[in-house]
């Protein structure tokens, strides 16, 4: 079997996914228990317990999941699509607990203005980052406002130095990913995330670019935020894992004897509420309860994988450079069975 590097893999003939690939763990480790391995991680100027962020998604974060996940030292990042950031505007009390916002390209120079006053990270939320309008914004709000700028999405490293010199101090990495986006069915556009992750960290280290990556779509599960930070992603942005929760603004439906909550892609139907192209789905997701038991999953999940590893710290864990490509029997052999 061969043992491959982040680069080895960044030149595999094929695109890569988070379920072709494994951790391998080559050394003695010398964690005796995973409590010692600590998470912690500064991102954005922030400093946060787990480098975990909520989508911008309207049935995944609003202003309770927000304030929850920054309460447990994650980062939520506030919908754009309903009344959230009027309210927060309104709302001093709201104010200081939300952290970031995303904006569309049509928001205004004034609501712009007066959520820059009281958040410390905007993010341009659209599907394509390579695009004239997204890095003019991002020059805009840089030069007015004293703020981080998020911008996304990209699958691939060749603009990287494009939207470092618009301004953009983290880019959301991944298109057509995501368990409810059509984007790659509808346009043919993406590859798979661990390709397009490897692609963007091997761009930013050619050009030395001050940029931080987040990992955005197709984790399903906290072996896969581990496989995400390993191929050197700064945090992950979630969305399927969070939809579900107590949190999230969609009302608890009982059916069949289930609760369930909805869950839809930023640019379906519902969203758009318009007869315009459509690139997300609508589905329906079991209730999970508080989110925190999410939260509480994935750190375990992380500190095993980083136990497993031999890494106390998230920089030895994105330092690591033992990896295995599955066939496809090799991964459906590590699936639980029932």
């Known amino acids: 079997m061969k043992v491959y590097s982040k680069e080895t893999l960044n030149s595999y003939e094929l695109s890569l996914t988070y379920d072709d690939i494994s951790l391998i763990p080559i050394e003695v480790s010398r964690i005796k228990s995973r409590v010692e391995a600590s998470t912690k991680t500064k ?27 920054n309460r447990l030292g994650c980062l939520g990042v506030l919908n754009r699509f309903d009344s959230s950031l009027k309210d927060v505007i309104e709302e001093t009390q709201n104010r200081n607990e939300i952290k970031a916002v995303s904006v569309s390209l049509h928001n205004n120079d004034e609501i712009v203005s007066r959520l820059a006053d009281f958040v410390s990270i905007i993010c341009i939320d659209t599907a394509n980052a390579n695009n004239r309008e997204v890095l003019k914004r991002c020059e805009e709000i840089k030069s007015k406002h004293n703020v981080k700028v998020m911008v996304g999405n990209i699958a691939h490293g060749g603009t990287l130095n494009e939207l470092v010199n618009a301004g953009a101090d983290a880019v959301r990495i991944g298109i057509g990913g995501g368990s409810v986006c059509t984007t790659s069915v509808q346009t043919g556009i993406g590859i798979g995330q661990v390709s397009s992750l490897l692609n963007v960290l091997f761009a930013r280290e050619k050009y030395n670019l001050q940029i931080e990556l987040i990992a955005d779509g197709g984790i399903k599960n906290p072996g896969d935020v581990a496989k995400a930070i390993a191929l050197g992603a700064d945090a992950v942005m ?16 009982k059916y069949n004897d289930q609760l369930w909550k909805k869950y839809r892609g930023s640019a379906s139907f519902a969203v758009k509420m318009k007869n315009e192209f459509i690139e997300g789905e609508e589905t329906m997701i079991p209730y999970k309860g508080p989110v925190k038991t999410v939260i509480d999953g994935i750190s375990d999940g992380l500190r095993s994988a980083m136990s497993y590893m031999n890494c106390m710290s998230l920089d030895e864990l994105r330092n690591k450079d033992s990896f295995a490509v599955l066939s496809n029997s090799s991964y459906l052999e590590r699936l639980p069975k029932k």
Do not use: Q
Not at 238 to 253: C, H, N, Y
């Open 43 to 69: 991102f954005m100027g922030l400093d946060l317990s787990l480098p975990v962020m909520s989508s911008p998604m309207d049935t995944v974060s609003g202003i309770a999941m927000v304030k929850e996940l």
């Open 238 to 253: 979630l969305g399927r894992m969070l939809a579900g929760t107590k949190e999230t603004p969609s009302e608890v439906i």
